[in-house]
């Protein structure tokens, strides 16, 4: 007569059987972690009100389109607008303050390396209080570069 042979471990279950559960935990866990870091990433964007991340996505594509078309000028708005714009995103995060520089004091203790915008900022003030303020393209150009930094570390961007 014939006689089947099942394989069992310690337990006195089929291997086919422990195989498949262990496959099936590892794909469990795989799933959770992925789920948590869906939903870490969806709480960590600040709810923006006012404005979208698409919208803020557009504008600044426009800030450095008009940066590298007309020159000095071209600079010195978009460094200005690039500032209206990390206001704008500070404000539709609920950032409390009067001005952009009381929001970026409250922002620096929740985001600490918005710290480096402030020079960015400080600029800007120059180029609109001194009327015989020159900016190089240099400096413009990195403090462009951090109010990018700024933006994407709000998760804004």
Partial sequence: MYEETVYTGS??????????GVV???LLLIG??????????????PEMWGMSRE?????????RGVSGQHGQMGLK????????????ALKSVM?????????????????????NVWPAHKLR???????DFQLSDRETR????????????LNIL
């Avoid at 919208?55 to 800030?63: A, G, L, P």
């Fill in 95 to 115: 950032m409390p303050g009067e001005t952009l520089g009381e929001r970026l004091k409250v922002a620096c203790y929740k985001y600490p390396a918005l710290r």
């Fill in 11 to 20: 337990t006195g279950a089929p291997v086919g059987w422990i195989i498949f």
């Fill in 125 to 131: 003030n120059q180029l609109v209080h001194q009327h």
């Fill in 55 to 63: 919208e803020v996505t557009r504008r600044w594509q426009e800030i």
């Fill in 142 to 153: 990195k403090a462009l570069d951090e109010y990018e930094r700024a933006l994407k570390t």
């Fill in 77 to 88: 708005m978009a460094l200005m607008e690039a500032d209206k714009l990390l206001d704008s």
């Fill in 32 to 45: 959770l972690a992925l789920l948590i870091r869906w939903v870490k990433r969806r709480l960590s964007r």
């Fill in 24 to 26: 099936a935990a590892i």
